[in-house]
T-cell receptor, first 114, second 112 residues
Framework: NAGVTQTPKFRVLKTGQSMTLLCAQD?????MYWYRQDPGMGLRLIHY???????AKGEVPDGYNVSRLKKQNFLLGLESAAPSQTSVYFC?????????????FGPGTRLTVL | DAKTTQPPSMDCAEGRAANLPCNHS???????VYWYRQIHSQGPQYIIH???NNETNEMASLIITEDRKSSTLILPHATLRDTAVYYC?????????????FGAGTRLAVHP
């Protein structure tokens, strides 16, 4: 099992450019999440999904959109990148039924917006 | 979800036990205590969780006080690879959407 994978690992964008981050999991998890982590801070939830075809807003959703067309994939889009979106982005997934709903995290995508 | 308070940093000698404290004085009766850690530049990793009883797994032990207002994560024999930021998180447990609220955590440095 690969677990949770993220593509790309690194990206540099110019202000106003758009991009999509891909998260994939092979554990048949229902729930998937996108977080961002700024230097010296904990993770903050951007968007999440409780199943295929569903998405919901987290703590800091502005400037991002997401889609969950397939159960194993969760896409995070930036339509018009801003320097404030420079961050490390982590995807996570979890079971719905398990007793403690442990979240499994991907290795992260380091994004710089110039 | 209840807030947690952790020391910003701690040191530990390799091979010794690392005891990481966490205060969660406003915890509710149905809230669990979870611990995650984040090794430099990697995604967070689940360690352990508990409700009111002490818990142990292959990675660590979790001691929760009787009034549940504080807890301690114990790494019994710390190694250099345990150097990481440790997050104590309190939230409602099983079922449904579970939001993890990460604070600043405790930066544990294990030295030879």
């Amino acid at each position: 099992n690969a677990g949770v994978t993220q593509t790309p690992k690194f990206r540099v964008l110019k202000t106003g450019q758009s991009m999509t981050l891909l998260c994939a999991q092979d554990m048949n998890h229902e729930y998937m999440y996108w977080y961002r982590q700024d230097p010296g801070m904990g993770l903050r939830l951007i968007h999440y999904s409780v199943g295929e075809g569903t998405t919901a807003k987290g703590e800091v959703p502005d400037g991002y959109n997401v889609s969950r067309l397939k159960k194993q994939n969760f896409l995070l889009g930036l339509e018009s990148a801003a320097p404030s979106q420079t961050s490390v982005y982590f995807c996570a997934s979890s079971y719905e039924e398990r007793s403690y709903n442990e979240q499994f995290f991907g290795p992260g995508t380091r994004l710089t917006v110039l | 979800d209840a807030k947690t308070t952790q020391p910003p940093s701690m040191d530990c000698a390799e091979g010794r036990a690392a005891n990481l404290p966490c205060n969660h004085s406003t915890i509710s009766g149905n809230e669990y205590v979870y611990w995650y850690r984040q090794i430099h530049s990697q995604g967070p990793q689940y360690i352990i969780h508990g409700l009111k009883n002490n818990e142990t797994n292959e990675m660590a032990s979790l001691i929760i006080t009787e009034d549940r207002k504080s807890s301690t994560l114990i790494l019994p024999h710390a190694t250099l690879r345990d150097t990481a930021v440790y997050y104590c998180i309190v939230r409602v447990g099983p079922g449904g959407y579970n939001k993890l609220i990460f604070g600043a955590g405790t930066r544990l440095a294990v030295h030879p």
